[in-house]
Nanobody
Framework: QVQLVESGGGLVQAGGSLRLSCAVS????????MGWYRQTPGNQRELVAAATSGGNTNYADSVKGRFTISRDNAKNTVALQMNSLKPEDTAVYYC??????????????WGQGTQVTVSS
């Protein structure tokens, strides 16, 4: 079983910053990819940023230049530094981790979600 615990959401004014953190624990051989997704009511969950174990990163066009994903492979944590926040960044943010289980199968796991609200 794999657990993802998120922290760092909250309310911030437009132009402000927030930092989200996620810690992954449990039984697995390795973590392949870690990332952050977000979802607003009535919409599908969308990728915000992701990082592979090798250090490659990927960002949604809407957050490039404002958000930075960082991953600590030794601690099994991933963080999302969000700067220059806009009201349209308001959403529930979910941590995601793709792990290899004991049988080397890839398993996708999600955190419980943390609310980010940006006021104008």
């Amino acid at each position: 079983q794999v657990q993802l615990v998120e922290s760092g959401g909250g309310l911030v004014q437009a132009g402000g910053s927030l930092r989200l953190s996620c810690a992954v624990s449990g039984s697995f051989r390795s973590i392949e990819a870690m990332g952050w997704y977000r979802q607003t009511p009535g919409n599908q969950r969308e990728l915000v940023a992701a990082a592979t174990s090798g250090g490659n990163t990927n960002y949604a066009d809407s957050v490039k230049g404002r958000f930075t994903i960082s991953r600590d492979n030794a601690k099994n944590t991933v963080a999302l530094q969000m700067n220059s926040l806009k009201p349209e960044d308001t959403a529930v943010y979910y941590c995601n981790a793709v792990v290899r289980d004991r049988w080397y199968r890839s398993r996708e796991n999600w955190g419980q979600g943390t609310q980010v609200t940006v006021s104008s």
